[in-house]
């Protein structure tokens, strides 16, 4: 089975652990615990290009990556942006995070994840700010890691990607 190493990254508190706690686990806790350095979890699953291994890379929180981090990203194939749709401001640093990657390894393929969907009602981003996101390259996937809501569906499409670009030329 192919194996892919993929990246979480984002801002301080916008879920990161808890969307991969949901994925991974099918599991949530509201108990808030800072991840510290990397986290690694692993899941495979069943592409439409066969099955794939992710080895999921949990980075600690940052609105700026430091050499450490830079240091956790190599080798990637992928990664998953995550940030706050209750808080603007994790919108803009996530949008800072990528740029830094791309400066740093290319312009690797990626998932953004716009989490809380469940609070929507207290979202700061407004449908506007998503369209000029969109157009300007990050399309943001409402979800929830608390509810569940689209974290399956978003990762499973950057998986059968990474599936399927690892199978070109084969």
């Not at 808030?32 to 600690?60: F, M, N, R």
């Not at 791309?102 to 809380?116: E, H, T």
């Not at 996101?133 to 809501?149: D, L, M, N, Q």
């Amino acid at each position: 089975m192919r194996s892919a190493k993929v990246c979480i990254i984002g801002d301080f508190a916008v879920g990161k652990t808890s969307t991969i706690a949901r994925f991974v686990k099918n599991a949530f806790s509201e108990e808030y615990l800072t991840t510290v350095g990397v986290k690694i979890d692993t899941k495979s699953i069943e592409t439409d290009h066969g099955p794939i291994k992710l080895v999921i890379w949990d980075v600690a929180g940052t609105d700026e990556l430091s050499n450490i981090e830079l240091a956790y990203l190599r080798g990637s194939a992928a990664f998953i942006l995550v940030a706050d749709g209750t808080r603007r401001n994790t919108v803009d640093n996530a949008l800072r995070l990528r740029e830094d990657l791309v400066a740093q390894y290319g312009d690797l393929p990626f998932v953004a994840m716009l989490n809380k969907q469940d609070l929507s009602q207290q979202w700061e981003i407004t449908d506007d700010e998503l369209e000029a996101s969109r157009v300007a390259g990050v399309e943001w996937i409402p979800c929830s890691a608390k509810t569940g809501h689209s974290v399956g569906d978003a990762i499973e499409s950057l998986a059968d990607f990474i599936a399927g670009s690892s199978n070109e030329g084969m």
